[in-house]
């Protein structure tokens, strides 16, 4: 059974950068057909897809976000990696990464497998 | 970007009557690629179904997931206890961004 288990700071200074490692275990990051993504849940309680990185590397990021995301990953030690730069306070969330249901071409864009979340605070 | 809306915002029902959540797409899923999620307190998303109707592993039979094109509803046919908690529906078309709706919060009358 995949597990994922987010990490990083919980506080960050506004302008600065965000971030957070997702390191997976029982399964690998490079199983082809899954995608490998970062949603992220405001206090409000609505969910917002940040973007993924594929069995391949190959990443796309919501539009909204993109001038300021990058989501790599780190094959040896089964982990991926979101940078959010320039946050603001609209950016506290909870930050969660998640795997798709199955593997798929393309990547299929719903979530079987959740990390418990992690959250984040911007503040001075 | 395809929005979502959920209706309604809060469902009061007791344990055994049916639960009927609506999810209304700003234009067509592609394929019925909609799925729904619960959500308790201090937990992730779960997976209830996805393509519409499809229960994900796991998930009891008293979920149903219909619909497709713009109108799409989940249905608890007799809420159990552990049943009350937010849903959310999540579009996951061809192109990204996926997204998600507001939620619908079934609460204990």
Same mark, same amino acid.
């Given at each position: 059974q995949v597990q994922l288990q987010e990490s990083g700071p919980g506080l960050v200074k506004p302008s600065q950068t965000l971030s957070l490692t997702c390191t997976v275990s029982g399964? &690998? @990051? #490079?199983? !082809?057909g899954y995608s490998w993504s970062w949603i992220r849940q405001f206090p409000g309680k609505g969910l917002e897809w940040i973007g993924y990185i594929w069995h391949s590397g190959s990443t796309s990021y919501n539009p909204s976000l993109k001038s300021r995301v990058s989501i790599s990953r780190d094959t040896s030690k089964n982990q991926f990696f979101l940078k959010l730069s320039s946050? #603001? *306070? *609209?950016?506290a969330a909870v930050y969660y990464c998640a795997r798709s249901n199955r593997p798929a071409s393309p990547p299929e !864009? =719903?979530?079987r497998h959740w990390g418990q979340g992690t959250p984040v605070t911007v503040s001075s | 970007e395809i929005v979502l809306t959920q209706s309604p915002g809060t469902l009061s029902l007791s344990p055994g009557e049916r639960a009927t959540l609506s999810c209304r797409a700003s234009q067509s899923v592609s394929t019925s690629y909609l799925a729904w999620y619960q959500q308790k307190p201090g937990q992730a998303p779960r997976l209830l @179904? =996805? !393509? *519409? &109707?499809t229960r994900a592993t !796991? @998930?009891?039979?008293?979920f149903r997931g219909s619909g497709s094109g713009t109108d799409f509803t989940l249905t608890i046919s007799r809420l159990e206890p552990e049943d009350f908690a937010v849903y959310y529906c999540q579009q996951y078309g061809n192109s990204p961004p996926w997204t998600f709706g507001q939620g619908t919060k079934v609460e204990i009358k």
């Open positions: 399964g &690998s @990051i #490079t199983s !082809g946050v #603001t *306070a *609209a950016d !864009g =719903y979530f | @179904i =996805y !393509g *519409a &109707s !796991g @998930i009891p039979d008293r």
